[in-house]
T-cell receptor
């Protein structure tokens, strides 16, 4: 299995630009999580999907952030407009059975907003 | 709210020696899961080992083992025969239902 796939691996953009991060979960996994990692706040859960439906988005920092999961094999996290404080590593993780099985993480996307 | 505490920001170990990383957590639940994840310089989060709270037996994965003390809410990771490739940031994590809570991490250096 290829594991969780994220793209791009690195993204550098200017403040105000739109950024889209992509994730392909492990085949057969029906739950997907987006996390953000910063030095100041550590790892934070942003949003969680179960069977393509957003279940809990309470971790999404503000309206500039949005996430979608149009099908079981693809999810996006969009930031519009981006700000320098959004600079972080964004991880996607998936699990077969939420609350029971282990979450497997993708390689992350390092986002730098200038 | 659950909290996970890793009191050792940095640790070092000589190659081939054994090192123990500490983790404590705070919860009022009795049914939960505990994990150790490894994050090498590549930034990927790699599962090292997992422990179900209802199991008394400590989990073991090759050179990695845990000391799970449920009453003390302690979950330490022991790495035996340390290798250079073990150098990474190690995160302890607690999961109850869908919520996964991470500690602040311990940076492990392996000295040749």
């Amino acid at each position: 299995d290829a594991g969780v796939i994220q793209s791009p691996r690195h993204e550098v953009t200017e403040m105000g630009q739109e950024v889209t991060l992509r994730c392909k979960p492990i085949s057969g996994h029906n739950s997907l999580f987006w996390y953000r990692q910063t030095m100041m706040r550590g790892l934070e859960l942003l949003i969680y999907f179960n069977n393509n439906v957003p279940i809990d988005d309470s971790g999404m920092p503000e309206d500039r952030f949005s996430a979608k999961m149009p099908n079981a094999s693809f999810s996006t996290l969009k930031i519009q407009p981006s700000e320098p404080r959004d600079s972080a590593v964004y991880f996607c993780a998936s699990t077969a059975r939420v609350g029971v099985d282990t979450q497997y993480f993708g390689p992350g996307t390092r986002l730098t907003v200038l | 709210a659950q909290t996970v505490t890793q009191s050792q920001p940095e640790m070092s170990v000589q190659e081939a020696e054994t090192v123990t990383l500490s983790c404590t957590y705070d919860t009022s639940e009795s049914d939960y899961y505990l994990f150790w994840y490894k994050q090498p310089p590549s930034r990927q989060m790699i599962l090292v080992i997992r422990q179900e709270a209802y199991k008394q037996q400590n989990a073991t994965e090759n050179r990695f083992s845990v000391n799970f003390q449920k009453a003390a809410k302690s979950f330490s990771l022991k790495i035996s025969d340390s290798q250079l490739g073990d150098a990474a940031m190690y995160f302890c994590a607690y999961r109850r239902a869908r919520q996964l809570t991470f500690g602040s991490g311990t940076q492990l250096t392996v000295l040749p």
